[in-house]
């Protein structure tokens, strides 16, 4: 009597791995010109996608003259965006753990442009708020899937350094949206601000045409194919059920159940908020029947101070990883760190961003000269990037490129969520306390905050003991 065969188990489709440490398909042996290279894609892609986001905010009063609509509905084209890319991460980061991440960057980044052309085109404002909402789901998957890329990419040894410049784009190009965006509408109008960002999608697309495949599974995968070698460990498609699954409950598991990526997303969450409440706060201020009454190129320039601030923030967590990470392989050994060290800079970087609004909200309140409520934004960003680039860090320390590409996917469904929600009230917010009180209840929440890094660095080992999906020892 024949047996039926043994149906292939999970376990089976997961044994390939590297024919040693120095199996040139690696992505961490490859020649350096090429990991920075393929770490540069999703660097200058995030850049090009959260620009888009913040260069619409030039146009709102623009919008809503010419469509008829008040400015806060006019900022539902940055808020609807800004939504659809937190839904679109939770998509996309799963999707490139089970197809890898070439595809998805190929794929998504031309739908983006499409959208954005539909945008800078669209003859009323509904059209104009549905194509801004599915631009921000198509390009949302650089967001998410960039940390994943750079996992694959690099050992954990240079992770302090790389890293931060792929955690710095989200927020550099968004810094430099209004710079470009303020003048621009003073001598094209608001629809150039799109042919802006779709002569960069079209830059960036033909630069990242030549990438090569970084994840493991698929690479392996793929050579075993090529090999045409019969092995246990061929790839057997699971049920779609199962992929849909797996695509779209993954992140939310691990949001939710994983306390680590909780609190902190909860705390990047705010950050970014605040972060993105600045476009509606800085217009409000500076700009217009505002407390300085500023041009709109002018108001655009005030936000150099936040991308002073991302800079400065970038190289101090770099300058604090050089400092200690060394050390620290020579203690436990290469590779095996705990994560919590890398919360250093957000442990710095906390007690910066309360100080920075209580200082931006008074100063402006009080009518003091414009530079003090520019300059006051410099430590809230220098803050802001050094918890968010130390918190991503510790999340893909402590859950690896098997998993960390969801866990960042779920951070980035909080951030965006709260980024899209808070420049909605916050004028009303700001109109209704005054400037000082408004930036103050900010300042007390971000207080309440700043025990959140402290505590994961000392409970944090605990906490990784009983995760489902750590994969830190």
């Known amino acids: 009597m024949t047996l039926p065969s043994r149906a292939p188990q999970a ?12 199996d040139a398909d690696c992505p961490y042996n490859w020649p350096l010109w090429k990991r920075l290279y393929m770490t540069s894609i999703p660097a200058l892609l995030c850049v090009n996608v959260s620009f888009a986001s913040s260069v619409y905010t030039s146009g709102t009063n623009d919008i809503s003259q010419q469509f008829n ?29 089970n197809y890898g991440r070439r595809i998805v960057y190929l794929t998504t980044v031309p739908i983006f442009g499409l959208f954005t052309l539909g945008s800078g085109l669209a003859p009323n404002f509904v059209t104009l708020i549905v194509c801004r909402t599915f631009a921000g ?33 989200p927020f550099l190009g968004p810094a430099f949206g209004p710079v470009v965006g303020g003048y621009l509408i ?3 109008g608001w629809r150039w601000l799109q042919w802006v960002i779709l002569f960069m999608i079209v830059f960036n697309y033909l630069y990242a045409l030549p990438q090569s495949e970084t994840y493991k599974k698929i690479i392996l995968e793929k050579r075993t194919r090529n090999e045409k070698t019969p092995t246990r460990s061929s790839k057997v498609a699971p049920p779609s059920r199962a992929i849909l699954q797996r695509i779209l409950l993954k992140p939310f598991k691990v949001l939710f159940v994983e306390s680590i990526v909780l609190f902190m997303t909860i705390y990047m969450a ?64 290469v590779g095996k760190v ?22 931006f909200g008074w100063s402006a309140n009080a009518g003091a000269h414009w530079a003090s ?34 866990a960042l996917s779920a951070n980035s469904l909080l951030r965006y969520a709260f980024g899209g929600a808070f420049p909605l009230f916050t004028v009303q917010l700001f109109s209704s306390l005054g400037t000082g009180w408004a930036s103050s ?29 750590i994969t830190a020892a």
């Open 11 to 22: 376990r089976d489709l997961v044994d390939l791995d590297w024919t040693g440490p120095d």
């Open 137 to 169: 789901f198509f390009g949302s998957a650089v967001v998410s899937v960039g940390g994943g890329t750079n996992a694959d990419l690099w050992r954990p040894t240079l992770a302090g350094v790389v890293y931060p410049f792929y955690f710095v784009s």
């Open 338 to 359: 705990p994560p919590e060290h890398r919360l250093y800079g957000a442990m710095v970087g906390s007690a910066l961003n309360p100080a920075s609004l209580f200082w």
């Open 186 to 188: 003073e001598a094209k």
């Open 69 to 97: 609509v008040s400015r806060t509905e006019s900022l539902l084209g940055l808020s609807l965006f800004l939504w659809a890319l937190g839904l679109g991460a939770i998509i996309a980061a799963p999707v490139s753990e």
């Open 270 to 333: 705010f950050n970014f908020a605040v972060f993105y409440s600045f476009f509606a706060a800085f217009p409000y201020i500076f700009g217009p029947g505002g407390h300085y009454n500023f041009t709109p190129g002018q108001q655009g320039l005030t936000f150099l101070s936040i991308a002073l601030g991302c800079v400065v923030g970038f190289v101090g967590v770099v300058y604090i990883d050089r400092r200690t990470y060394p050390a620290l392989e020579t203690k436990y050994g």
């Open 373 to 406: 409520p520019v300059v006051a934004a410099v430590p809230f960003a220098v803050g802001n990037i050094m918890v968010y680039s130390s918190g991503a860090l510790y999340i893909m320390n402590s859950y690896g490129s098997l998993h960390g590409a969801s």
């Open 441 to 469: 209840l900010l300042g007390f929440i971000s207080v309440v905050l700043v025990p959140v890094p402290w505590v994961l660095y000392k409970y944090g080992n605990r906490i990784r003991a009983h995760s489902q999906y």
